[in-house]
């Protein structure tokens, strides 16, 4: 039976660690701990693309929404009072702002 399915680009650990800007120890430990979805070849692990690519979405968080305008105004006084206690701070020290 032929199949025209064409087969899986699969990565290997280092490929891997290099598509995901992190180190090879870092991929080996989500192996150890079956975070990262793989594929044994005999004794090496493989990554199958498209799993990966499934992974990644299902890691992906939504960003953050701030929902009424009050809560941009606390962050404007928030940010205000920083700044104003760093500038007391600063000319207390003798600093410049």
Known sequence: MTTTDPLPHLLTIDELADHLSVTVRHIRRLIAERHVPYVKVGKFVRFDTADIACW???????????????????????????RERRNNSLARRGGTT
């Open 56 to 82: 990644l979405d299902s890691a992906r968080q939504p960003p953050r929404q701030i929902g009424d305008q009050t809560a941009l105004l606390r962050l404007a006084d928030t940010a205000e009072e920083y």
